[in-house]
């Protein structure tokens, strides 16, 4: 049986040894339980104007993926686990209940049959939206009353939101990331995005999309510690319905983000077989 | 915390060919997307042949608590890993044993994940 193994982690276990800790700057501002760790249960943090302040580190949760029949990733091999719809954005869908569109079936077929080596982040091209908050790479989210900027600690790229009730551009130029608005509906921001351009997957598994994708992204931070981020995919030229799921993430309190070129020192393209 | 998921695992190695080799450490490269470490093993010829073992991201073993002098060259380690299909002296590393203490430095089992 063919397998596919994505190559996600070596996870690190130090012992009884853990001296070695990465340094994380003190945050005296966070609230924290009796025992002095933050509190991620503690209430959603307000912005100057009122509105939930999604701002902070976070990490897209670790949670158990249902894999199509045949494939394996690195996880099942090392024991570690991803996001589930970082490897496969239609995990919540029964097999072959996928509502493909012919020509998009087939591509994704043969991106399988390639075992990932098409897909452009294994060539250290970005992850573009919305595959790439679903990353188990850690994203930081700025927001300003304006504009809400996420940096995106793969590949070092920026995304920007903006909130100042602009339109789309017409016939954009085709992006990574596409052209994001947003505005807040109660306590939940709204992320209309569009303008992306092909080469982007959905996923590790190789779901494809056209230049047409609509991403609807529905942020709420339900309390300190926990974002849950509801996406809707429109693409009736790949996808005959809509395509939901919702990613939950945990926020990393007194957490920078890390530099990160995928091209700094690559040295796996040249052993695809 | 996982690590950067950047390359396509099966195009390049064969996780049904473990290797478990050991040997000295001779060098360490601490950069993205992967961090990388040779060994010098020697075959029961005496024959001395040089492997490289990919791990995570410098970003993931950073957070985890491992640093980039965390293993020094010279040391002397035991390195569970899958090989390359290519059949180069490379692999992807999954254990890497101190065979001085007996710590294992690295493990994908999941008590090794440093999610908060």
New interface residues.
Partial sequence: MR?????????????S??S???ARTPDNTLPRTPDGKPNLAAKTPQARDGKPDLSGVW?S??NPTALPPGV?T??S??????PRY?VDVTADFKPNEVPFQPAAGAQFAQRMQ????D?P??H?QPTGVPAITN???PFKIVQTPGVVIVLY??SSVFRQIFLDARKPVEDAQPRWMGYSTGKWEGDTLVVDSVGFTEKSWLD?LGHTHSNAMHVTERFRRRDLGHLEIEVTIEDPKTYTRPIKYTQKA?L??E?DL?????T??????E??? | ?????????????D?EKPVKLTGAVTKV?W????A?FYIDVKDSAGKVENWGF????P?????????RN?LKVGEVVSVEA?R???G?N?A???VVTLVSTG???????????A??
């Avoid at chain 2, 950069?31 to 992967?34: M, R, S, T």
């Avoid at chain 2, 710590?103 to 008590?111: A, N």
């Fill in positions: 397998s596919i193994v994505y190559c996600t982690a070596l996870i690190l276990v130090l012992g040894n853990a070695a800790q990465w990490q949760d670790i394996q690195v996880e091999i090392t024991g570690f686990g991803a970082f390639n075992q990932g080596k897909d982040a294994a250290c990353l188990p790479i600690e793969d590790r945990t990393l309190p957490e890390l530099e990160y070129f995928c700094e020192n690559e040295k796996d393209i052993h695809y077989r | 915390m996982p690590a950067l998921a950047h390359h396509a695992f099966s195009a390049e190695y996780a490269e950069e993205n997307p992967h990388w990919e791990m995570g991201s970003n993931l073993l950073t957070r985890a608590g491992w640093g965390t899958s390359a299909k290519s180069a490379i992807n590393a999954k710590q294992k430095l690295f493990t994908g089992s999941s008590q090794g994940q999610t908060r």
